[in-house]
């Protein structure tokens, strides 16, 4: 069917712009013999995962539900098998009753204190995981979005460079107590970028090589994650700059560089489809209900915040018709933003809201028993539901 078949509220997800995007991973990968993984954090629609899994090098986790899930439709698809596949993890703090089978399905677990190392080191290496330690660079690279600088003062995440050498000895008597303190650990990971150009990734290798050169020439290291956050798939991304700090780590240290990105993999490979539901006009302004929320279908609008791009609408004011969109919810704050079109809206309109495939489904809720979006996939134009929700799924989480 064609997308304006399909019943709404849906997201819609672009196979063809998410394999534009996928191949543009790949080119870096080739250039550069990096490894690339799917955070799943900002996109776990699995169903696309055997599209994935034939660009990518497998997936990363924020815990047991999204490593199961990499491990399961990804690692161990059957399409999939003979391109072995990746697993791997980072949590903040992981629980004593989940991490023997986190250590099970993942090919790195990476760990974000010394406690929890000295607490699941053994297990890990019982279970053939690798260990990593995130590093805390504290190189703040992005201003205005606070909630997503790890970096920021009082950050949970991440060991400091102070932290480090104080548990290691390092500069004391290092020969003696950094490869014990040290034991089992191949890796070191940072992720401190948020939609952000190579530029600023460049800035940061400066202050993790001033603060962690040392760790990252141990001669048990094997790798180190760059995490997420680099926008590569973006028109006006950098991509020689990453193949240049991709290229430095490796010649300098030898190491494996990994990037896991989630925004990039899907960035623009999707759309929310919305119907105008009614308007209703308040001290002059229009305001469309649509059959959507932001609160409950796209939360980043109203966490980051930011305005979705919307088909064919303008600024308010840039065309004739400006209305305010709006959700049905009782939140009174849950509101799109405001857009013009050339023609008034009409009851029952369709509108197509871009770039939802990252951090939407992944996000959504039921507040208001507000229904779940279907999810449909879209090659060339053809579109097939994947997935429908209905009363059940807002009952059996209460
Ligand atoms: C969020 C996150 C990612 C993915 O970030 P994007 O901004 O979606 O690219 C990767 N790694 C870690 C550790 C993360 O927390």
């Known amino acids: 069917m064609r997308m304006d078949q399909l019943p709404t509220p849906c997201y819609v997800v672009d196979e063809d712009q998410l394999e534009e995007n996928l191949k543009i991973l790949a080119g870096v990968m080739e250039e550069t013999g990096c490894r690339i993984l799917l955070a799943q954090k900002a996109f776990s629609a699995y169903g696309l995962y055997p599209l994935i899994g034939k ?20 690692a161990l698809n059957p399409a999939l098998a003979e391109r072995k596949l990746e697993t791997h993890v980072f949590s903040a703090a992981y629980r004593e009753d989940e991490f023997a089978e986190i250590a099970s399905l993942c090919d790195h677990v990476v760990f974000n204190s010394f406690a929890q190392l000295e607490k699941f080191r053994d297990t890990a290496i019982k279970h053939g995981a690798g260990i990593g330690l995130r590093m805390n660079p504290e ?25 480090f050498a104080e548990w290691t000895g390092f500069g004391g008597t290092r020969e003696v107590s950094v490869e014990k303190k040290l034991a089992g650990v191949e890796g070191l990971h940072f992720h401190t970028l948020c939609e952000q150009n190579a530029d600023d990734l460049e800035r940061t ?29 973006r028109k006006d991304y950098q ?45 002059g302004i229009s305001i469309a209900i649509l059959d ?5 279908h796209m939360p980043d609008v109203l966490e980051m915040p930011y305005r979705p791009p919307l088909k064919d609408s303008g600024m308010p004011g840039e065309k004739a018709f400006t209305y305010r969109l709006a959700g049905p919810t009782c939140l009174a704050g849950d509101v799109i933003g405001d857009y013009s079109f050339d023609r008034p809206l009409e ?9 939802m495939a990252i951090y939407s489904m992944v996000k959504n809720n039921t507040f208001n028993g507000m229904a779940l979006p279907a999810i449909a996939f879209m090659r060339q134009g053809e579109c097939r539901i994947w997935k429908q929700f209905g009363y059940a799924d807002f009952k059996e989480r209460l």
């Open 205 to 233: 290798l400066d202050a993790v090589e001033e603060k962690f050169g040392p760790y990252l020439s141990l001669p048990q290291m094997k790798w180190l994650n760059f995490g997420g956050g680099h926008h590569i798939t």
């Open 139 to 163: 190189c703040s690279t992005q201003e205005g979005h606070a909630i997503y600088d790890p970096c920021a003062p009082g950050s949970r995440l991440g060991i400091t460079a102070e932290q």
């Open 347 to 355: 009851i029952g309109q369709e509108l197509i809201f871009q770039d």
């Open 292 to 296: 959507t929320s932001a609160a409950c």
């Open 55 to 74: 660009y990518l090098n497998g997936t990363t986790a924020s815990g047991l539900f999204e490593a199961r899930l990499g491990r399961q439709e990804m």
């Open 239 to 283: 991509i020689p700059v990453l193949i240049r700090c991709i290229r430095r780590i490796q010649e300098k240290y030898g190491l494996t560089v990994y990037l896991e990105p989630g925004e990039a993999v899907a960035l623009n490979a999707g759309y929310l489809l919305t119907r105008v539901l009614d308007i209703v006009e308040n001290g």
